[in-house]
Structures are given as structure tokens and as C-alpha cells.
């Protein structure tokens, strides 16, 4: 496959933002950690030229407050935050599953460095 990654589409609530299971989706954004190793991975996408942006489940009333939080985490660069519906499961062609919490993908790597010039699968197979 010989195809150059354009834009990718990044989780909130546990996959850029830290949320134990105490605090769950309740918890005021401001007070939320970022996961080091998910800031870090979307940095390399933008610095590659490739477009992130955040969706997530919380209500479009929050969106200021997640602008804000990028905006204070140095994500200045995401200029896109979009709702999903909730659901239990996501299935989907391009899904890249990532262990809660932790700024890791499930697998070593996910996408192969050669299905996409080096971009996201060489940032991505280091994590």
C-alpha cells in the first residue's frame, strides 16, 4: 500500500487525557493530566505535517474547556476538536487501539512504517 497519512483523529478521555476510574468523566477538564507518551506521539505526527484532531464523547459545551486544556498542554496545533456518539464498541476499518491511561498502542506496531512512507508507523512503533 502506498499511501502518504493526512490526518488522524485522537481520543480524549483516556487516550490523551488521564482519567482514573475514581475521578470518571465527571472530573473538571482543568484538573486532568496529560499522558506524556500521547502528547508526545501527536507532537511527531504535526512536526511530520500530518493533521490531529480530538473527538470524544463529552457534551459540545465542554469543547471550550478541552480548547483550553490543549491550549494550556502546548497542543496548540489542534485546531479540531468533533463530537462522536457514546457507544460500548467502535468498530472501525482504521482503528488503532490504545491501552487506557498509558499512551500506548496495544500492539508493537500497528501500522507499518512502509504502508505510510515512515510518518505514522516509524512515530507510532515507538510507543
Known sequence: ?????????????????????DEGYDSPIKDLDIIPKSKEMICGWIEQGIEVFIFTCRPEGQFKQIRKWLDDNDLQDIKRIVH??????????????????????????????SDYEGTLGSIASNY
Open 1 to 21: 500500500m502506498d499511501k502518504k497519512v493526512k490526518v488522524i483523529a485522537f481520543d480524549f478521555d483516556k487516550t490523551l487525557a488521564y482519567i482514573t476510574e
Open 84 to 113: 462522536k456518539e457514546h457507544a460500548d464498541y467502535y468498530y472501525d476499518d482504521k482503528a488503532v487501539e490504545m491501552i487506557p491511561n498509558e499512551g500506548k498502542t496495544c500492539y508493537s506496531n500497528p501500522v507499518p512504517a
